[in-house]
């Protein structure tokens, strides 16, 4: 299964020339930037805190993305009371709706698949993730590994190894959804396949992904007894 990828001629209702397939037997999602847009929102308390603290607030975002809260903080700031600066930061995420979206697409994608076969792996605690998607409307998954439940966070393989063990599959079973380069790093050190979605950084920030593209919606998933198929445009060759 971990091998299995197909090149094909795509049927002419989509519009393309070829498409690119993978199968897998599950799906394991990031959060923020593939299944909601909070990067309003990150940018704004990032910002804020790194103003408040002095610090190069691009840096301190670029460092952000796709890492838990804590480790961002002892990365930029090891100096700091890390316990004090995470009740703060974490406090303001899971309560403040501004700047949060769902992502075109995403509603869509989980409706065709069962609750067996999907979770989220992210790098925010649980509160600011059930805070997001219910806010979004978006359902909420049986299961999700978030940053205040395990020991390390993005890129150690340590979430994505447990939610796929708690769904009840192997890792050459899985495909992981990311959009950061720390969550593509953590897939792959997992054993697992990793399609990445080019929302918070650009292509060819990402390329170490098993393949790109522009969106969300620019996946099609099927599932069909045990499989799970993902379909979406093949790169031009140029």
């Known amino acids: 299964m971990a091998e299995a990828e197909e090149t094909v001629a795509a049927p002419k209702s989509l519009g393309l020339d070829v498409v690119r397939s993978f199968r897998c037997r599950a799906i394991l999602f990031d959060l923020d930037g593939v299944l909601v847009d909070s990067a309003e929102r990150v940018e704004k308390t990032w910002r804020k805190w790194a103003t408040r603290h002095r610090l190069d ?17 002892r990365l930029v700031a090891p100096e700091l009371s890390i316990d ?16 949060v979206y769902e992502i075109a697409g995403a509603r869509e994608l989980l409706q065709r698949l069962p609750a067996s076969r999907w979770a989220v792996v992210t790098s925010g605690i649980r509160a600011v993730a059930e805070f997001r998607l219910r806010y979004t409307g978006l359902p909420l998954p049986a299961v999700m590994i978030c940053a205040d439940e395990i020991t390390h966070g993005k890129p150690d393989p340590e979430g994505y190894l447990t939610a796929a063990a708690r769904l009840g599959y192997s890792p050459a079973d899985c495909i992981v ?25 650009p292509s060819e920030q990402l ?8 969106r969300l919606a620019d ?6 007894g045990d499989e799970i198929q993902i379909s979406f445009p093949a790169p031009p060759v140029v």
């Open 84 to 99: 004090a600066e995470l009740h703060a930061l974490e406090a303001s995420e899971a309560t403040n709706p501004e700047g």
């Open 207 to 214: 390329r170490s992904a098993d393949a790109v593209v522009a």
């Open 57 to 73: 607030p691009e840096h301190v975002i670029a460092m952000a993305h796709g890492r838990r809260t804590i480790e961002t903080v």
């Open 177 to 201: 959804i990311e959009d950061a380069p720390a969550g593509i790093e953590s897939a792959q050190a997992a054993g697992m396949r990793a399609i990445a979605i080019a929302t918070t950084y």
């Open 219 to 224: 996946l099609l998933v099927e599932h069909a």
